[in-house]
């Protein structure tokens, strides 16, 4: 990290569908970060998908967090990745990208990669419902305290 | 013997799909099918909710059309209010439906139709992207990151939020414009028209290299239905009248949003949980229009602005029933939306600090319309005595368009599909046609780690011939 990197801010971005069950644990999370954390120095945003525009906000970050909703066998099971290669990017994407998408769109436009960090939280159900199952909302406080901690405490 | 190609889900459209091609003996297409496999309640979901919920809720059906949603939601239930929303609040309403359209055309144009476009459709899917357009053309790519970042700030400065603002609630919108909002807004007009223009430019140039796919993607007669405003024929995003045209752009009907059920039937099908809206004097399946903008430039006659306006006499020169030219009606409606938001913003009126209206259910249903993105979108509620949703019906956008996607989709896979193999190059025209429509079947779940595409051969005993899968 540069000096002028320090200067820049930290990016969170929470996406989901918040009337899709789990899928809405990243915006969740995002609002107990906002609650959380130094807003000066974090930027915090909760959309429903991550679409290439993004690429701009995380380019302009030192560090950018993602957190989402994951399908998997085990409700409330969290993982934690760091995206490395931009190469290693979805070669196709919908409306919405992957977080491997936006590392390299973001690389590839702007020639920058910050660290980019990816939470997510295996989901118990993507029914339409308001509101995260009680698996969900154990692993969003799991999942918060591990970024505050990332933010805060990064060794 | 007969075999099926199955395309499933098509790539970079949004929700859960997938195409069937059905072949006969001689390995030519019979049919093509175009199928839409994840169920969404949304109408369901609504009942027993207070109605001045609704506005919030369906914007959650779509983190792209979010704002749209929003409109035709507001309407109806100010609808129910019997109420009229205060003419300020109206505009700073078109404003954000306009944002909320350049925003999504961008991102359907610069990344999701213009690699084909600029890289050819042979090429292989792992270049024919994103990456490939940014390595090939990245001033163009950078434009398509530009236009919807700023289609998404216009709608962050005035209503609060970029994806679910609160800020559109029923009898008007939440707060008035600020003149330091109105000028944040102004200041990004200029740099939009400018890549709006550029790629008007490029784009047209590149259509002469794909006369082929205009003359054959969705190119067929039919009826156009869209929102013409109420005292002129011109451009219109949010309520004014419906219209119908023919395929000669002849007007066939032209009438209000609570009359909708007089003119337009709803089929159901086994196959797909998709709707089929069907001009109903036509009936089934022989009723079918498209909607979206395309359709809209159709029925118009002026986009009301002056510069877009040029660019619709130039249009007017074109094949009016190629669904390719959505393509270009798209870029056409970003111009009109950059001129006419500045319009808006030049209106004294823009500032005035009565911006919405209050009251209580009044009667038991409301209908209202906006025109999306990708088409009118149709909200109608029905509530009971104490204003608690009994029943909900919506018409979106893609949903105007399925009967034209399956005719695209068939048409298309006539011209390229041969059974015998399966080349990308086919296969990525057939869904291509299906772009061209810029379906969203949104509604779906976005999580992490799900497959994006999946290409099947089935031959008549189920048995699979020859499969694809991407990452």
Same mark, same amino acid.
């Given at each position: 990290?540069?000096?002028?990197?320090?200067?820049?801010?930290?990016?969170? =971005?929470?996406?989901?569908?918040?009337?899709?069950?789990?899928?809405?644990?990243?915006?969740?999370?995002?609002?107990?970060?906002?609650?959380?954390?130094?807003?000066?120095?974090?930027? =915090?945003?909760?959309?429903?998908?991550?679409?290439?525009?993004?690429?701009?906000?995380?380019?302009?970050?030192?560090?950018?967090?993602? =957190?989402?909703?994951?399908?998997?066998?085990?409700?409330?099971?969290?993982?934690?990745?760091?995206?490395?290669?931009?190469?290693?990017?979805?070669?196709?994407?919908?409306?919405? =990208?992957?977080?491997?998408?936006?590392?390299?769109?973001?690389?590839?436009?702007?020639?920058?990669?910050?660290?980019?960090?990816?939470?997510?939280?295996?989901?118990?159900?993507?029914?339409?419902?308001?509101?995260?199952?009680?698996?969900?909302?154990?692993?969003?406080?799991?999942?918060?305290?591990?970024?505050?901690?990332?933010?805060?405490?990064?060794? | 013997?007969?075999?099926?190609?199955?395309?499933?889900?098509? /790539?970079?459209?949004?929700? !859960?799909?997938?195409?069937?091609?059905?072949?006969?003996?001689?390995?030519?297409?019979?049919?093509?099918?175009?199928?839409?496999?994840?169920?969404?309640? &949304?109408?369901?979901?609504?009942?027993?909710?207070?109605?001045?919920?609704?506005?919030?809720?369906?914007?959650?059906?779509?983190?792209?059309?979010?704002?749209?949603?929003?409109?035709?939601?507001?309407?109806?239930?100010?609808?129910?209010?019997?109420?009229?929303?205060?003419?300020?609040?109206?505009?700073?309403?078109?404003?954000?439906?306009?944002?909320?359209?350049?925003?999504?055309?961008?991102?359907?144009?610069?990344?999701?139709?213009?690699?084909?476009?600029?890289?050819?459709?042979?090429?292989?899917?792992?270049?024919?992207?994103?990456?490939?357009?940014?390595?090939? #053309?990245?001033?163009?790519?950078?434009?398509?990151?530009?236009?919807?970042?700023?289609?998404?700030?216009?709608?962050?400065?005035?209503?609060?939020?970029?994806?679910?603002?609160?800020?559109?609630?029923?009898?008007?919108?939440?707060?008035?414009?600020?003149?330091?909002?109105?000028?944040?807004?102004?200041?990004?007009?200029?740099?939009?028209?400018?890549?709006?223009?550029?790629?008007?430019?490029?784009?047209?140039?590149?259509?002469?290299?794909?006369?082929?796919?205009?003359?054959?993607?969705?190119?067929?007669?039919?009826?156009?239905?869209?929102?013409? #405003?109420?005292?002129?024929?011109?451009?219109?995003?949010?309520?004014?009248?419906?219209?119908?045209?023919?395929?000669?752009?002849?007007?066939?009907?032209? &009438? !209000?949003?609570?009359?909708?059920?007089?003119?337009?039937?709803?089929?159901?099908?086994?196959?797909?949980?998709?709707?089929?809206?069907?001009?109903?004097?036509?009936?089934?399946?022989?009723?079918?229009?498209?909607?979206?903008?395309?359709?809209?430039?159709?029925?118009?006659?002026? /986009?009301? /602005?002056?510069?877009?306006?040029?660019?619709?006499?130039?249009?007017?020169?074109?094949?009016?029933?190629?669904?390719?030219?959505? !393509?270009?009606?798209?870029?056409?409606?970003?111009?009109?939306?950059?001129?006419?938001?500045?319009?808006?913003?030049?209106?004294?009126?823009?500032?005035?600090?009565?911006?919405?209206?209050?009251?209580?259910?009044?009667?038991?249903?409301?209908?209202?319309?906006?025109?999306?993105?990708?088409? /009118?979108?149709?909200? !109608?509620?029905?509530?009971?005595?104490?204003?608690?949703?009994?029943?909900?019906?919506?018409?979106?956008?893609?949903?105007?368009?399925?009967?034209?996607? #399956?005719?695209?989709?068939?048409?298309?896979?006539?011209?390229?599909?041969?059974?015998?193999?399966?080349?990308?190059?086919?296969?990525?025209?057939?869904?291509?046609?299906?772009?061209? &429509?810029?379906?969203?079947?949104?509604?779906?779940?976005?999580?992490? #780690?799900?497959?994006?595409?999946?290409?099947?051969?089935?031959?008549?005993?189920?048995?699979?011939?020859?499969?694809?899968?991407?990452?």
């Amino acid at each position: 990290m540069t000096s002028s990197d320090r200067h820049k801010p930290v990016l969170v =971005i929470g996406y989901g569908n918040t009337i899709r069950g789990d899928d809405g644990v990243g915006p969740y999370v995002a609002s107990l970060l906002a609650e959380r954390v130094d807003l000066q120095d974090v930027h =915090i945003l909760a959309p429903q998908q991550l679409t290439p525009d993004l690429a701009e906000q995380v380019a302009a970050s030192r560090l950018t967090i993602l =957190i989402d909703a994951r399908i998997g066998e085990n409700p409330g099971r969290v993982h934690h990745v760091v995206i490395e290669s931009p190469s290693r990017a979805a070669p196709t994407f919908q409306h919405h =990208i992957t977080p491997e998408t936006l590392a390299g769109v973001t690389h590839t436009l702007y020639g920058v990669t910050p660290p980019m960090h990816l939470f997510t939280a295996e989901a118990a159900t993507f029914e339409l419902q308001d509101g995260l199952s009680p698996e969900l909302l154990a692993a969003a406080e799991d999942v918060a305290g591990h970024i505050v901690t990332l933010l805060y405490n990064p060794s | 013997m007969t075999e099926r190609i199955v395309i499933d889900p098509v /790539t970079r459209i949004e929700g !859960h799909s997938k195409i069937t091609i059905q072949l006969d003996e001689t390995g030519n297409v019979a049919d093509a099918r175009f199928h839409v496999t994840q169920y969404r309640g &949304f109408e369901r979901f609504c009942v027993g909710r207070p109605f001045y919920e609704m506005p919030g809720l369906m914007g959650r059906i779509c983190g792209i059309c979010t704002i749209s949603h929003m409109l035709a939601s507001a309407q109806a239930c100010e609808a129910i209010m019997s109420v009229r929303v205060m003419g300020t609040a109206q505009k700073l309403r078109k404003i954000v439906n306009y944002a909320s359209l350049i925003q999504s055309h961008a991102l359907a144009f610069f990344h999701l139709a213009s690699p084909d476009f600029l890289l050819g459709m042979e090429v292989d899917p792992k270049d024919r992207n994103i990456f490939g357009l940014m390595r090939e #053309n990245p001033e163009i790519a950078r434009d398509g990151v530009r236009l919807r970042a700023i289609g998404q700030q216009i709608i962050g400065t005035l209503a609060g939020k970029k994806v679910h603002p609160d800020w559109i609630v029923v009898g008007g919108v939440a707060s008035p414009m600020s003149e330091e909002a109105r000028q944040e807004i102004a200041a990004l007009l200029p740099e939009a028209q400018e890549i709006i223009q550029r790629t008007l430019g490029w784009f047209k140039r590149t259509l002469e290299d794909y006369k082929e796919e205009v003359s054959t993607f969705g190119n067929f007669p039919s009826k156009f239905l869209s929102l013409v #405003n109420e005292h002129e024929e011109v451009l219109e995003i949010y309520r004014g009248r419906l219209r119908i045209v023919d395929d000669h752009r002849k007007t066939i009907a032209d &009438f !209000h949003r609570d009359e909708y059920p007089d003119f337009i039937g709803e089929a159901v099908e086994p196959w797909t949980y998709l709707k089929f809206p069907y001009y109903k004097p036509d009936g089934y399946p022989g009723g079918i229009y498209r909607v979206g903008p395309l359709a809209r430039l159709n029925v118009i006659e002026s /986009t009301g /602005t002056p510069m877009a306006d040029q660019e619709l006499v130039e249009f007017r020169s074109r094949n009016p029933l190629s669904s390719f030219n959505y !393509h270009l009606a798209r870029l056409i409606e970003c111009l009109n939306a950059v001129e006419s938001i500045q319009q808006l913003l030049d209106d004294p009126d823009i500032l005035n600090a009565r911006v919405r209206a209050h009251a209580t259910a009044n009667v038991e249903s409301g209908i209202g319309v906006s025109e999306a993105p990708r088409g /009118t979108l149709i909200h !109608h509620y029905e509530v009971d005595e104490n204003g608690l949703m009994t029943g909900a019906n919506l018409i979106v956008s893609t949903t105007h368009n399925n009967l034209a996607m #399956n005719r695209g989709v068939l048409q298309t896979a006539r011209r390229y599909v041969d059974g015998s193999k399966l080349t990308e190059g086919m296969l990525n025209r057939v869904e291509a046609v299906i772009r061209a &429509f810029d379906p969203c079947l949104s509604c779906s779940t976005h999580a992490y #780690n799900q497959l994006a595409l999946h290409v099947q051969m089935v031959g008549p005993d189920g048995e699979v011939l020859d499969e694809v899968k991407r990452g």
